[in-house]
Every structure is written in structure tokens, then in C-alpha cells.
């Protein structure tokens, strides 16, 4: 029999900590909630919009919670806040409560997990603070960006253990006997949440963690696909750097000497130990613990006291499969200690970069992946980095200073002052910044290379804490905090974000941080402004340059811009699309992913709600094709673009000696109305083909060729690590006309998460000037918003605002200076006392540098009731559904209110209307201008009535009862613009 290619890889990527068991709250009502929530206007993170924030600001405003008791636990107000803000921050299912603490600001930190029906989402958390006053400070949440999948499993916990198993044991090389497999949990799986390179988009997963019996420092977290059982994510949970209790393992290679920790050689209040490396460990975790305790006012590991314990020359059981040195040359948490190879404990920053990772396991959980991983190693390095300046143990000298590991055997291995001398990045946009994937086999390196990214983490701490001098860094001036200032606020940030957060929610957290220690008066304006200046010059905000997720964006040559003139999202099956299949495969494989393929959802769309999925089904070697059943016209600066993401079968490099990919996918096109086809990569531009699917194999494992019926062309393959944009130049196909056709060839193989396609643009470069709308909220609101948008947002590049405001009645100033704002602001909310008149300019600019014409709106608060001129008989009445709480009532024909000066082109007269109810005439002057009727079949509050007055340049107006009737109500009056 011809040997068959065994799979070496997969999605393997990332996995994450053990879900605790948790009560669930209320659901959260979504839709009940909407029209209290206040838009964020922070931005959302790195582009996948799973970070959402409610500003100190917008927190402000919004106010202590309906239906709290006064006096009621920060949890409780904490609840109540993110279910009012339900739509703000992105929430729907329910909320299950994790912990709650306390900063150095004196506030609350209260934090939720997101659950479907108690499935909880695997890094879905909700963070809110509130202050000492039961008052909400802001909040910080990452939850589900699609809808959530089916429940219900199409494989077996059994089987899913089966499959952990047999894929850490392939992946790292052990035999699968020594391994076992916690019980596994169901949860949901969002790739988008901890921006994991995964083409699967949200499914249903098994969580569980294998462990190995031989080799200790195995702690591996994996995720089976719950439908189709395939690896969705696996990666190692042992951070590695490199009350109290000490173990001694002596080198020696033992299972279950000393390690777990069970016979301690030395306790907190023993006499000191004989043995060097018991002494360090004992006196560096101290050091440590006072650190966290003195600066940042917390007890231990948890928070709350928990015994440090620790093993020292650590060395684990080698196998023949997998040697391991002895001494063991590195030192790691394992979620329950600290574990140290020879020599390692006598580095303070590395015991308190070991011990950090435990804070860090008890407070936010940061997932040990790519930029979640990278923040977690960063801010092990930080704290380690801190306790290291101020503990007075070791080396701290000049030269020692910012670099990590100095104090032992082997010397520094980081340096936070200049992380590129050891090749680690000072910033996102570096080139040393690592996508994190082996571009040999496509597979996880070190969880997205979690300890390279880091430099970017300790670069930002140390430019907050020593400044950069009389010098700069990339432009930026900064002065220095100190470790006492820079500690709090970083901590403060760290217990701000959820387990998916990434450097771009740091950097909201931060700001975050930093505003309520300016509350508690611990630090000042300037010192917050120094923090958003090195989150500036380190790039936090940014995508990483070397992120090969990110789209790339669409360019038209210097005064052209992008004119899409057709597009497919695949939001419903169509028959503008055909499928077909060769003879080798069984079943179809091309779906809109509004079909439910395999009763589960494949969305991974980045237009709308839906996309196109091309499975790679397991042993049909076959051709599976989608063509456009009618052509479009072209012309000839037109192009394609399309964003798809993918995870075709491969076999891997340590099998083989080089990586087989057995399975692609290929995009075709047509001039002649499908009669013949060509390939399409000629006229790739951007993000093309990757690879080449082989076609034979002979080497040390053996010979077989490939069945894939289109071996040994050029296609997409291996794992795309996210979404691709790639552009087509139609204009050189010659053709004035266009038909698409997408292909996957597949082999005889264990099959994989296959091709997801979303988001077709056909286009072409021309001259363009945007056209823009603008609008306005109601005016019987505080805090006036406006929103705008142009035609074809996708050429916008800024918008230019200007603004004007007037007290009630009076004439409008000059516009006030412009300010330019990303063309992914789309509104601009203000806040306005009653009565005054707001008025928002907008003019878009696009990527050539054209403007639009400007457009203006004005919108206005109401006078209230109150401040109008009363003569006659009037009584105030209060009413919760009055504008600003009351009504000027009246049953006396003749009484009037008043209003003088007045400069607009209308009024708004805002009554209470009554079965009954009398008239009002409305005066400019001694001129009437129209009758306002208040009478109504049932109780109306708050009606509207617009009233054509023409232009009104310092008229006085007055609202005179006619027809008292069982009398009028008058809410406010507003002056139009």
C-alpha cells in the first residue's frame, strides 16, 4: 500500500486557562438597554472590533446606575452598569462573576465572564470600575464578535480527549501514554478574541489541558473542535522566563521529588538555610512580595495571603523521545509555583518575573498568545524589573539596569532600555516585531513568539519611568515618572484587562489607569500626559508591522481614488453562483455559511455578517469549484479585491525534511463568458498565491504521490494566519468583461478548516470629490450628537471638524478653530446646557487630498420651562417625564411666557398634550404665527411642535393661552437654526 502523508500540524495554535465554575447573573438585555447606552468614542481595538471601551467621561455622565441601593457592593454596581451598557460594550448572553479588587486608587475592579446559556466564551470578559462613591469610573470588555454558534456537540468529551492527546503528542514529541487530558469543558471560541491566526472563525469547542506524567514543565491547553473535531488551538500555558515554602530537588532526575511541592526543606520563619540556592529564592521572593505589598497595597500572589511556594534545582525526567538538560537551564510558573532551574532562583528579577505571572494567572489571565502572551511576558519583565531597582539585592550597577537576568550564570537575556540587542522589538512598527509562525511549517513559534513581542511592553515602562532624558524617541520627548508612579499606574492597567486584551487595550487601560490615580490625586495631568506620549512613541494603538492578518489596504496612484463598482459580502445563498464537484469528492464543498454546513457556523466574515466557506474535507482527493454564473464589465484601471483567510492540510517539515502541502486554493477568471479560464496569479498584486501543492514525496519516510488533481501548482496553502486582502489587476486581463471562479484541489488527507472568502470588491482608480451627510440627534436631549458619513467611506482618509455654540436666543459666533479626526469617526457628541444652540461643520477629505464641500447642523437644547417670562397665572408641576422634571402649567386665558432677543429660523414648542387640553398662540412680536393645540385622545409628553417663523434677528416671542380648555402645559422652547 502507498504510504499516505500523516499530519504533523494543523491550526495548531493557542489554548487557554481552566474556566472556574461561576454563578451566572441576569441575562443581559440587550435591546431594553440600547437607548440608555452611551456610544463609546474611545477607539476599538487592532481592527477586529472585539475591544470596546466607556471612558472616565462617558461613565461621568452616564452616572450612578438606576436601581441600585445606596450602599451596595461594588459588585452590585459593577452588574448594573454593564447590563445599562449592554450595547456600549458589546455584550449579549449572560454575565458570570469572576473577582472583584481593589487598586491603588482606592476604587473597585469588578470583573464578568461572557456565557451563552452557561458555555462560557473563551476570553468574553467585561471589566468595570467604580469608585469609592458607588459611582462607575468607565469600563473596559471584550466579547463575542459574531453570533454565537450551536450548543450542542457533534463529538464526544471522550473523543476530544482522545484527539488532545494524540495532537500533543505529536506536536511535541512524547509518547501519548505519558500524557492525560483534564476533564474537557465545553466553551465558544472566537479566534477574533485573542487575535489567534485560526481561518475557523467562532465555533464550539473542548477546552482541556494535557498534562504529562515524564515531563512536568508540559502544560499544554488545546481546543477540539466540538463538530468536527479537528485541533482548533494548542498551545503551552508554562510561562517561562528564562507565607512561603521551598522544596529542594538537588538536580536529580525523580518523578515527584520535590516537585509538586509537597516536603518543603525551608518555611517562612525557618532558620536560614545552609543551601545558596534556598537562601536566594527565599530572600528574592520576599523581596518580591514586599514590593507588591509596599507599592502596590497587595497581599501575596492572590491577593489575599496565599503561601509562596517555590522548588529550586529543579531538573525534570528526560525520555528518549524528548532529552532534556540537567541542570535544567530555565525556571517557570506553573500555575500553582515557582519552579527554578540551577542558579535561576538567585536573579531577583527573574523570581519576580516567575511570581508576576502568578498575579497576572489571578487577576486578568492573559493568554499565553501572541500579543495577550507577549503583554503577559512584558509585564512579568516589568515587575520583575521594578523589584529588581528597589530590592537592593544583586547587581545594579548602571550598565545592570533595565536588562533582565544579569545575576545569573549566563548573563542578561533582555534589555528593557534597548530591547533590539537582543533582538526583541522597541516598538509595534519594528522590524523586529515577529508574526510569530514558522515559515517552514506554518506552526506555532514560542505562542506567537510571546517572548520576542514583549520588548515592546518593556520598552513603553521604561520610557514612563526614566523618560528619555534631554534626548527623544521616535520624536517623542518624555519626562520621567519614577518606579513609585509608573508601577501604579501600570498595575492598575494590568487589572483592567481581560484575558484576549492585546497592546492596544493596554493602551486604553493605561489612559484608563491613569485618570482615576489622578482622581485620588496620586498623580497629575502632566504625569498622564506623559504616559499617552510613550504609548505614542511605542506604538500601542498600532498594528504590528509584521501582524500578516492585517488587510492590506487598496492604492490608486497620487490623485486617484477607489471607486468599487461592484460587490459580493455572500450575506445570502444567490444564484449568481454555481457549485461544482469532480467525481473524487462525495460531497459538496462550497457553502454560504447561511447553510449551516455540519450544523455549525463558519462564519469568519469581514463584511456583514456571512461569507463564503470551501471546506477541505478529510480523504476525497477532487476538485471543488464556485463559479459566477454571468459576467460583469471592466475597465482598464479596474481590480479585484477580496479578503479570505485560510487552513489548507499540510504535512510538516520534521516528518519529511521539508513541508508537503497537500491541499490549496486557487482563484480563475474569464473574459469570454466562461468558455475558457486562466489562472488569476499572473495578475495578483498584492497578497498572492503562497505556495506550491506537491506532487510527489521521496525521501527517508518513504515515496507516494499526490492525488490532488491539481498538483504542482501554485496556490494558497499551508495557514494564512488570519485574513489576507488580495488584489487582482483585471485591467491586464485584457478582456472588458469579468467572471470568478474559486477552486480548492484536495488530496488524500485528514482534511482541515479549508477557505473562507468575504468581501469582493470589483473597482477602478479615478477622480473623485466625496460627498458628505451630515445629521443631528433630537433636540430635547442634553449633550447634542452629531453623525456623518460620505459616499464610498472607503476613499475618506480624515474628516475636518469645526464647531460653534450660542446661548439660547443669541446670535451664532465664527466658527471655532478646526480639529482632524480618523475616517473612522463618525459622530462627535457635545455637551450643552439647556437652552444653548450647537452647530457642527464636517468636511471630508479623501486619500488624494480632496475635499467635500462643508457641511453644517445645528441642533439645539430647549429653554426650559422655568426660564421663560412668565405674566399671568402660571403653576409649576412636576412631572419625571418633563424635559428637566417640570411643567408651566396654566387654566388662565390671556397668561403668556416669554422669551427676548431671539436670533434663529425657528421655533420648537415642547407641551404635554390631554384629552382636553387648550391652545397657545405663538407671537413673533405682536404678529401671530401659528396656533399650538395641546389636546390629545390620551396623555402625550414631551410633544414637538416645528414652527415657521422665517429668519428671527432679536425678535421677542411669546406663547399667549387662547383657550385655556382644562388647561396647557408647556415643556420648554427651543430656537431652531
Known amino acids: 500500500m502507498t504510504r499516505r502523508p500523516t499530519r ?14 461561576l454563578a451566572a447573573l441576569p441575562a443581559v438585555a440587550t435591546s431594553a ?61 449572560e454575565l458570570a462573576a469572576r473577582r472583584t479588587a481593589r487598586t491603588a486608587a482606592g476604587t473597585s475592579v469588578v470583573s464578568f465572564d461572557q456565557e451563552f446559556s452557561g458555555v462560557p466564551v473563551i476570553g468574553g470578559q467585561v471589566v468595570v470600575e467604580v469608585g469609592a462613591d458607588g459611582t462607575p469610573r468607565g469600563a473596559l470588555s471584550e466579547t463575542l464578535t459574531t453570533a454565537a454558534p450551536s450548543l450542542a456537540p457533534g463529538i464526544t468529551a471522550a473523543a476530544a480527549s482522545k484527539a488532545a492527546i494524540a495532537a500533543v503528542a505529536r506536536d511535541l514529541g512524547v509518547p501519548a501514554w505519558t500524557l492525560t487530558a483534564s476533564a474537557p469543558e465545553l466553551s465558544i471560541f472566537d479566534p477574533a478574541l485573542l487575535d489567534a491566526p485560526s481561518a475557523g472563525g467562532t465555533r464550539l469547542v473542548w477546552q482541556t489541558e494535557v498534562r ?14 466540538a463538530r468536527k473535531g479537528v485541533i482548533a488551538l494548542s498551545f503551552s500555558q508554562i510561562h517561562h522566563a528564562l507565607d512561603q515554602d521551598i522544596c529542594d530537588q538537588g538536580n536529580v532526575r525523580s518523578t515527584g521529588l520535590n516537585y509538586p511541592c509537597a516536603d518543603p526543606v525551608w518555611q517562612q520563619d525557618d532558620p536560614t538555610s545552609g543551601d545558596a540556592e534556598v537562601r536566594a529564592a527565599a530572600l528574592n521572593t520576599q523581596k518580591t512580595y514586599e514590593f507588591y505589598s509596599t507599592y502596590l497595597g497587595r497581599d501575596s500572589i492572590d491577593g489575599a495571603g496565599m503561601t509562596l511556594v517555590s522548588t529550586v534545582r529543579y531538573c525534570p525526567e528526560t525520555t528518549p523521545e524528548n532529552p532534556t538538560p540537567c541542570p535544567y537551564p530555565n525556571a517557570f ?63 545594579d550597577s548602571y550598565d545592570a539596569r533595565w536588562k533582565l537576568g544579569e545575576d545569573l550564570d549566563i548573563g542578561s537575556i533582555r534589555d528593557m532600555k534597548y530591547p533590539p540587542r537582543y533582538g526583541q522589538p522597541d516598538w509595534t512598527g519594528s522590524a523586529l516585531y515577529s508574526n510569530g509562525i514558522d515559515p517552514g511549517t506554518g506552526s506555532l513559534v514560542d505562542g506567537g513568539d510571546v517572548h520576542a513581542n514583549s520588548g515592546v511592553g518593556n520598552k513603553f515602562a521604561y520610557l514612563v519611568t526614566d523618560g528619555t532624558g534631554s534626548g527623544s524617541f521616535r520624536g517623542y520627548s518624555i519626562r520621567r515618572l519614577g518606579i513609585a508612579k509608573a508601577a501604579k499606574i501600570i498595575y492598575g492597567a494590568a487589572q483592567l484587562l481581560t484575558t484576549a486584551s492585546d497592546y492596544s487595550a493596554f493602551a486604553a487601560a493605561l489612559k484608563q489607569s491613569c485618570a482615576s490615580l489622578k482622581a485620588a490625586s496620586t498623580v497629575t495631568t502632566d504625569d498622564c500626559n506623559q504616559v499617552t506620549k510613550a504609548i505614542n512613541a511605542t506604538g500601542l494603538t498600532l498594528s504590528p508591522a509584521n501582524a500578516k492578518e492585517r488587510a492590506t489596504p487598496l492604492a490608486c496612484a497620487a490623485g486617484y481614488s477607489n471607486i468599487v463598482t461592484w460587490k459580493e459580502s455572500f450575506e445570502t445563498k444567490t444564484s449568481a453562483w454555481s457549485r461544482t464537484k469532480s467525481s ?94 486562466k489562472d488569476a496569479a499572473p495578475l495578483m498584486t498584492a497578497n498572492g498565491y503562497n505556495g506550491t501543492l506537491y506532487k510527489s514525496y521521496s525521501g527517508f519516510a518513504g515515496s507516494f504521490a499526490s492525488e490532488n488533481p491539481l498538483k504542482g501548482r501554485n496556490a494558497f496553502v499551508g495557514a494564512s494566519q488570519g485574513h489576507w486582502r488580495t488584489k487582482v489587476n483585471l485591467g491586464a486581463s485584457g478582456g472588458s468583461k469579468i467572471r470568478l471562479r474559486f477552486q480548492i484541489g484536495t488530496d488524500y488527507e485528514p482534511g482541515d478548516y479549508g477557505w473562507f472568502i468575504d468581501n469582493l470588491r470589483v473597482g477602478h482608480c479615478d477622480k473623485y470629490t466625496p460627498r458628505l451627510t451630515v445629521s443631528t440627534t433630537a433636540s430635547t436631549v442634553y449633550s447634542p450628537r452629531f453623525t456623518w458619513s460620505a459616499t464610498d467611506d472607503g476613499v475618506i482618509d480624515r474628516y475636518i471638524l469645526r464647531s460653534r455654540t450660542a446661548a439660547a436666543g443669541a446670535a451664532l459666533p465664527a466658527w471655532g478653530p478646526a480639529s482632524t479626526v480618523s475616517a473612522a469617526t463618525r459622530s462627535r457628541t457635545f455637551a450643552a446646557a439647556p437652552g444653548t444652540v450647537t452647530c457642527l461643520q464636517v468636511t471630508a477629505v479623501d486619500k488624494a487630498g480632496r475635499s467635500s464641500a462643508a457641511v453644517a447642523r445645528c441642533t439645539s437644547n430647549p429653554v426650559d420651562d422655568r426660564s421663560l417670562t412668565r405674566s399671568g397665572t402660571w403653576a409649576d408641576t412636576a412631572s419625571s417625564a418633563a424635559y428637566l422634571g417640570t411643567l408651566s402649567t396654566s ?36 404678529k401671530k404665527v401659528a396656533t399650538v393645540s395641546t389636546s390629545a385622545t390620551t396623555a402625550v409628553s414631551k410633544r414637538t411642535v416645528y414652527v415657521a417663523t422665517g429668519k428671527l434677528t432679536g425678535a421677542n416671542i411669546r406663547l399667549k393661552v387662547e383657550s385655556p380648555g382644562t388647561g396647557v402645559a408647556v415643556d420648554g422652547l427651543s430656537v431652531t437654526w
Open 333 to 395: 510558573w506553573d500555575g500553582s509555583q515557582m519552579v527554578y532551574g540551577a542558579g535561576f532562583a538567585k536573579a531577583d528579577d527573574v523570581v519576580a518575573h516567575e511570581l508576576t505571572h502568578g498575579v497576572t494567572e489571578r487577576t486578568s489571565r492573559l493568554f499565553y498568545f501572541f500579543q495577550s502572551g507577549a503583554l503577559n511576558e512584558s509585564l512579568s519583565d516589568i515587575f520583575g524589573e521594578f523589584v529588581d531597582q528597589t530590592d537592593g539585592v544583586g547587581n
Open 8 to 21: 504533523t500540524t494543523s491550526a495548531v495554535v493557542a489554548a487557554v486557562g481552566a474556566a472556574l465554575a
Open 33 to 93: 438597554a440600547s437607548a440608555a447606552v452611551v456610544t463609546p468614542m474611545a477607539a476599538r481595538d487592532t481592527g477586529d472590533g472585539t475591544n470596546h471601551i466607556v471612558s472616565a467621561d462617558e461613565a461621568r455622565r452616564v452616572g450612578r446606575p438606576a436601581g441600585v441601593a445606596a450602599g451596595a457592593p461594588a459588585a452590585a454596581v459593577a452588574r448594573a452598569f454593564a447590563t445599562q451598557q449592554a450595547g456600549a460594550l458589546g455584550l449579549r448572553g
Open 212 to 225: 504529562s506524567s515524564k515531563r512536568l514543565d508540559i502544560r499544554q491547553y488545546v481546543l477540539v473542535d
Open 891 to 926: 387654566t388662565s386665558a390671556g397668561a403668556s411666557l416669554g422669551l427676548n432677543a431671539v436670533n434663529g429660523n425657528g421655533l420648537a414648542l415642547i407641551v404635554a398634550a390631554k384629552p382636553g387640553g387648550g391652545t397657545i398662540g405663538v407671537y413673533v412680536g405682536t
Open 584 to 677: 473524487g469528492l462525495s460531497e459538496q464543498s462550497w457553502y454560504w455559511t447561511t447553510e449551516k454546513p455540519y450544523g455549525q457556523d463558519f462564519t469568519y466574515a469581514t463584511d456583514g455578517d456571512a461569507n463564503l466557506w470551501g471546506d477541505d474535507p478529510a480523504r476525497s482527493p477532487g476538485v471543488a469549484s464556485i463559479t459566477m454564473t454571468s459576467s460583469i464589465p471592466i475597465a482598464k484601471s479596474s481590480y479585484l479585491t477580496f479578503d479570505h483567510a485560510f487552513s489548507f492540510f499540510r504535512a510538516g517539515g520534521s516528518v519529511y525534511g521539508k513541508t508537503l502541502y497537500a491541499s490549496g486554493g486557487r482563484v480563475l477568471y474569464s473574459t469570454d463568458d466562461g468558455r475558457t479560464w
